[in-house]
């Protein structure tokens, strides 16, 4: 019933641009607040970006000023534009939302490869 899909994913070269997007069914985004988590092949999963119910946003500071997290409330979707993409991006993206009452919900990720 609860459901997040990622998309978006695939292979980009270094220097190139990628959109993955997170919709939802099941819950509402935007009274959750909604994370993209990667995890790089032989690496633990890490912090990417949130955005809250109320909108703030923050990054690793890895992707900062290149990947930018945003939502679209009539879409149920958060989006995750990733910019000047570099070899070290490479991995599973994740998206994740926490509801207000704590329950955790993930995506079953979208790959994304940067090479040349």
């Known amino acids: 019933q609860v459901q997040l899909v990622e998309s978006g994913g695939g292979l980009v070269q270094p220097g190139g641009s990628l959109r993955l997007s997170c919709a939802a069914s099941g819950i509402i985004l935007s009274i959750s607040n909604t994370y993209w988590y990667r995890q790089a092949p032989g690496k633990e999963r890490e912090f990417v970006a949130v955005i809250t119910k109320d909108g703030i946003t923050n990054y690793a500071d890895s992707v900062r000023g290149r990947f930018t997290i945003s939502r679209d409330n009539a879409k149920n979707t958060v989006y995750l534009p990733m910019n000047a993409l570099k070899p070290e991006d490479t991995a599973v993206y994740y998206c994740?939302?926490?509801?207000?009452?704590?329950?955790?919900?993930w995506g079953q990720g979208t790959r994304d490869t940067v090479s040349s």
């Open positions: 994740k939302t926490i509801l207000n009452i704590g329950t955790v919900y």
